[in-house]
């Protein structure tokens, strides 16, 4: 519960998860004919994660990304995570030609061991690293079909179904991302995939411009762009300044020095250690997340450290405190990682003193702003010197600014705009973006979950009234479903509000109650403190109960019917005396 001074005080209660309820044309999605092209958008333009989109052409799907979306204990308490919903690729199986995988983030790849089962385990086709990444994950899914992937480099041309793909180079924050120019017979649809570009004050650097040579020259009807980053007005930070200053602040450091950085920044990471390795420093890594990815560079020929310089935790105390860096996980907060539990003093051995650099390496997620906030007091506490990307150029994002967004635009210039990959807000802002770029309102299509945009000719383009099924599937523990919103709307009651237990023992014979009710509650009120309510409540259940027992016909009672009754009044009168609704059971 949130109390808000503006409501005059009054508790404003946590609205219960539901699925959206945009109106949607319930009829029958029509088939597809002649030419028609198909982009279905499954996942990913109403959230930022749980990215899936397909494309559709005679008898060939193609899928792009599998991915999931974390969501918070309070919007869905007990949800691992949820993934895009695929009953129309489901039904349509048959036709899947393939899975085309940008990189290998989890909000893109996260989704693969769920879900290649149900989609007929078509072939993968993506880069080195991320098929490493891929395989890495599947380890944890021993039950999950085998995968066929086939590896993919930029330039490469090749049929897959009945269309022509060209794949091509991008920039993001992890190695060997593609992006994709589908060529169809109405021209091409261009899929960047998540991405920024590299550039030098403004200006992308050649090899960035190279990359677009050939999708430059080409006609392209449809672009679908990165918009994660579109609210940014300018040119991003350029990489290569975060590893230049997290060098120098390396190599000046008096004591150790502390990381902490998102384990999918895979470039970032791989720089930090090699600049530590270059300085004759040791390395300590601590987070699963970090310690994967350093596998995953070394099968991928990325990084291999030499030996000797990643040492473990337990060995920090025999080297100089200047030749100890410590990349680590938990920026955000997270309670239980190893940042964190530095800052409390719960590390094992690690106990932080005025001498120590904290590295905050990355950008507050949305929703984390107080973990993080408290994250930092606690470092404060130890003295450490703390430096942010408020205070410093040690982050930069992965996506894409204003300034890059309309670059591509220009570049790939097509004749229809869809922004993909970011929340409802930021698709519309990069609308806007295409529009300043000279594109008609018109020829900018934002889709929703489950849209369905059909592309019959060049200046034929249009978005159907019709939707594919986008409610989100959800990982709840071993269950994958579309259907635990009612699941998810009990537990948030019951997290909210508690539970109310009522027993009531009859003597059928006697038609009379045998005792006084029984009432267990949990997470409602504090019984000690409520017996008067608990009076009260066990004299209205006596009350409905014996009403329910003189209006029975012979030694038959109605138990549904009392139920329902001691519920209703039950309901009723708690609300009118705690202002809470807690799940009543009637036993």
Known sequence: KHVHPAAGGKVQKRRPFRPSKKFVDKRPIPKLEGETVRVITLGGVEEVGRNMFAVEYKDSIWIFDAGFQFVSEADAPGVDYTLPNISYLEERKHKIKGLIITHGHLDHIG????????LGNPTIYTRNLTAIMIK??????????????????????????????????????IPDCIATSIRTPHGNIVVTGDIKLEHEDGVPVPGEVAHWAEVTKEDNIMLLSDSTNCENPGWSIPEPRIHENVDEIIRNAQGRIMIATFASQFRRMIAFMKSAESQGKKIVLE????????????????YTPADGVIIPAADIDKYPSDKILILCTGGQGEQFAAL???????????????????????????????????LMDLLHRNDVRLISYKTSDVHSTGHGNQEELKWIINTVHPTYMVPAYGYHSMLKIHKRLAIETGMADDKVIVPDNGSIIEIKGKEDVTLLPMKAPSNPIMVDGFSISDMQHTVIADRQLLSSDGIFVTVVSINVSKKAMQKS????????????????????????????????????????IDVETLKKQIHKHLER???????????????
């Open 573 to 587: 009168f708690l609300l009118r005396k705690t202002n809470k609704k807690p799940i009543i059971i009637p036993v």
């Open 287 to 302: 987070g699963r997340s970090i310690k994967t990815n350093l596998e995953i560079a070394k099968l991928a020929g990325k």
């Open 111 to 118: 989704g693969i061991p769920f879900l290649m089962g149900r």
């Open 136 to 173: 890495k994950r599947m380890h944890e899914f021993p039950n999950a079909p085998t995968l066929d992937i086939h590896i993919v480099e930029p330039d490469d041309v090749m049929f897959i179904g009945d269309l022509e793909f060209y794949f091509f180079a991008v920039t993001h924050s």
């Open 340 to 374: 964190p539990r530095m800052a409390r003093g719960d590390h094992k051995y690690v106990k932080l003193n005025n001498r120590d650099t904290v590295i905050l390496s990355s950008s507050v997620i949305p929703g984390n702003e107080i973990s993080v906030r408290n």
């Open 517 to 556: 009710p029984d009432i267990i509650s949990r997470g409602f009120v504090y019984l000690r403190e409520s017996q008067d309510l608990l009076s009260q409540a066990r004299g209205i259940i006596k009350r409905v109960t014996e009403e329910q027992i003189a209006q029975s016909d012979g030694n038959r």
